[in-house]
């Protein structure tokens, strides 16, 4: 079968039953002097405390960080006294968050595991972020770094060159996009970014790697991110407010002949997505995408299937993105304003939409919120993005 098509009667499994609750941050700190186990310890700390729950309970572990080694998540158990039965590290980067929800809503299922903590979380020291980026791949390593290209600034601006021309996306597309998640960030306690962003400022900001300016740029920070996934009747006998799990995607390496990547994997599988959860894309209230860089967010618009490839640039300006607008889009700001805290930017917008449908948000509501569609992406190997994924979740 061509990649971009699915076998409908593919047949899998639903749901059913599957549901996320006790969404927690830990706040973002610019720099930090503590290690990332302290950072996912803390997550994990408040999942325990705020569920009444011990350690020993957990019996499901999923974990995703950068600046953990050389410790795993197996590491982690005995720094955390926990002994799961089933455990997970994920090094997928800002896919990890969705692939962590699917993998810990199969082992509920399967009766791997009652109460999986879902954490990701980073430290964020004065030369971190730069080690991080001279190691990120062996194609960072060889290929990238030694010839001065230190992350991904560089290829993202040749991705987001490559759809500017292709598609006519003007940095005032981009600016709109910055701006709103911006307003929807100043009521969000720990965002990195607490002030007000103009158009004028957003133009007028210095060049990173052109087309890539500086508000297109996230700020690296330490902080983690965590939640609980479980049925529904465990979440009930907690007393723990929860969504229901609808569908989920996960799709890595796609469409390798693109010379330039101007689709991630969501679009292979998109199909299944909503007809899994038995909704269209107009039914969902809000959207959090990954948003690393502008460009991935209005690509994720178009293969998520808010409108056909290429139509971004028009769906932006016909749309606003505040968490009043016609199309609430990243509710608390995403890593654009909140900050990128390392893998915990992973979980940013899963643990956002939690919040958000149980009626808990820590900024400004989305009104009568029923549903939402939350997007990953991640793993920038050289060129581009490897890992994609998506999730339907509800309000219960």
């Not at 927690?24 to 803390?42: D, E, K």
């Not at 290929?143 to 991705?159: D, E, H, T």
């Not at 609980?228 to 390496?253: G, Q």
């Not at 808010?306 to 300006?317: A, I």
């Amino acid at each position: 079968m061509a990649q971009g098509a699915r076998d409908k009667s593919s047949g899998r499994q639903s749901y059913d039953g599957v549901v996320a609750c006790l969404p927690v941050t830990i706040p973002y700190r610019r720099y930090s002097t503590n290690t990332a186990q302290w950072w996912l310890g803390r997550a994990l700390r408040e999942l325990t405390t705020r569920a009444n729950l011990r350690p020993a309970d957990i019996d499901g572990l999923a974990v995703s960080s950068f600046t953990l080694a050389p410790d795993t998540a197996i590491g982690l158990t005995q720094h955390f006294g926990v002994s799961p039965r089933w455990l997970d590290h994920i090094p997928f980067g800002g896919a990890s968050g969705i692939v962590a929800l699917r993998r810990a809503a199969r082992a509920v299922q399967a009766g791997d595991a009652e109460i999986v903590a879902c954490i990701a979380g980073d430290t964020n020291h004065v030369d971190s972020f730069r080690k991080t980026l001279s190691n990120f791949s062996r194609f960072a390593q060889d290929a990238v770094y030694p010839y001065g290209a230190g992350g991904a600034n560089a290829s993202f601006a040749l991705i987001t060159k490559n759809y500017m021309n292709q598609y006519g996306a003007k940095r005032e597309d981009f600016a709109k996009l910055c701006i709103a998640q911006r307003d929807n960030a100043l009521a969000i306690p720990f965002a990195m970014m607490k002030k007000k962003l103009t158009l004028d400022e957003y133009m007028a900001a210095r060049p990173i790697a052109d087309p890539v300016h500086l508000f297109d740029c996230v700020m690296p920070c330490a902080g983690a991110e965590g939640l609980l996934v479980c049925r529904e009747d465990v979440a009930k006998s907690l007393t723990l407010p929860y969504v229901r799990v609808l569908s989920i995607i996960e799709r890595h390496n796609a469409f390798t002949s693109d010379p330039i990547q101007t689709r991630g994997g969501w679009a292979v599988d998109i199909a299944e997505l909503w007809s899994m959860a038995g909704l269209k894309p107009d039914a969902v209230d809000f959207v959090q995408t990954y948003d690393d860089y502008p460009v991935i967010v209005m690509m994720q618009l178009e293969d998520l299937g808010f409108c056909t490839k290429g139509e971004g640039p028009d769906f932006v300006r016909s749309h606003t993105f505040t968490n009043d607008g016609s199309f609430p889009q990243n509710t608390s700001g995403g890593q654009l304003s909140v900050g990128q805290a390392g893998a915990a930017g992973g979980l940013l917008g899963l643990v956002e939409a939690v919040r958000q449908l149980i009626g808990a948000p820590l900024g400004t509501p989305v009104r009568d919120a029923r549903s939402c569609v939350v997007s990953g992406f991640g793993m920038i190997n050289y060129d581009r993005g490897l890992s994609s994924g998506a999730a339907i979740i509800a309000r219960a």
